[in-house]
Nanobody, 125 residues
Framework: QVQLVESGGGLVQAGGSLRLSCAAS????????MGWFRQAPGKEREFVASISWSGSSTYYADSVKGRFTISRGNTKNTMYLQMNSLKPEDTAVYYCAARYGYDYARSDFRVYDYWGQGTQVTVSS
């Protein structure tokens, strides 16, 4: 059974940093693209960033480019999101996701196969 578990969310002041982690289990994720999405109250789920199976290629939403960095661990079953220069508009529940395949530049949440339960990130002004 595939399971994705996020951690690292919390409350931070504007301009601060947080690092989210995603631990995947149930299979080897070497052929899977992984990504981060977020959802604020009353809004649709929004793409944040994605990363290729090898970790060598990344793709970002314009809203986070230059502030957030996505990466994968050596085992390929872990993923991270380093978030710097956080803004109040970054406040949302952040979700880890995975999809089988090699096309890492996919921002449509509907093409992702597996999801975590989410972790809350709150940025105060």
């Amino acid at each position: 059974q595939v399971q994705l578990v996020e951690s690292g969310g919390g409350l931070v002041q504007a301009g601060g940093s947080l690092r989210l982690s995603c631990a995947a289990s149930g299979r080897t994720f070497t052929s899977y693209v992984m990504g981060w999405f977020r959802q604020a109250p009353g809004k649709e789920r929004e793409f944040v960033a994605s990363i290729s199976w090898s970790g060598s290629s990344t793709y970002y939403a314009d809203s986070v480019k230059g502030r957030f960095t996505i990466s994968r661990g050596n085992t390929k079953n872990t993923m991270y999101l380093q978030m710097n220069s956080l803004k109040p508009e970054d406040t949302a529940v952040y979700y880890c996701a995975a999809r089988y395949g090699y096309d890492y530049a996919r921002s449509d949440f509907r093409v992702y196969d597996y999801w975590g339960q989410g972790t809350q990130v709150t940025v105060s002004s």
